[in-house]
């Protein structure tokens, strides 16, 4: 299948999947939702990712869910913002907080996915 197709297939259910993630939660709690998309989107690339590697994935596979689906799920755009307006609007300790939980979560998510991928797929 055309790469181009699977990732545009990809990037418009987890726009869509995005979009339903923001639509859900209050606007008061749309970091929060941004957090968790970005943690989650982490854990799945990771896991993607793993069965990639242990040749159980197709690249296809990889196209379609990785670059395509969980690209357009994941944003830094959208974190970008919503960091700054905790900064403006709950200061700077808030912004550090939230920064941190993001930097040090989603790599650590992804590891986390690799390593259950891995695990079952050991099994």
Known sequence: MNSVFL???GGSVGA???????SIAPVSQAPIATLFV???GSFL??????TYSLGLTSKESVQLIG????????T???YALQTLEIGNSTGIASMAVYMSFTAL???FMALGGWR????????
């Open 7 to 9: 990732v545009a297939l």
């Open 16 to 22: 869509v999947l995005r979009w339903v993630a923001d």
């Open 38 to 40: 970005n943690l989650i």
């Open 45 to 50: 690339l990771g896991a993607i990712m793993a």
């Open 67 to 74: 670059v395509g689906l969980l690209g357009s799920f994941t």
């Open 76 to 78: 830094m755009s959208t």
């Open 105 to 107: 979560g989603c790599p």
């Open 116 to 123: 259950l991928a891995s695990a079952l797929a050991s099994h």
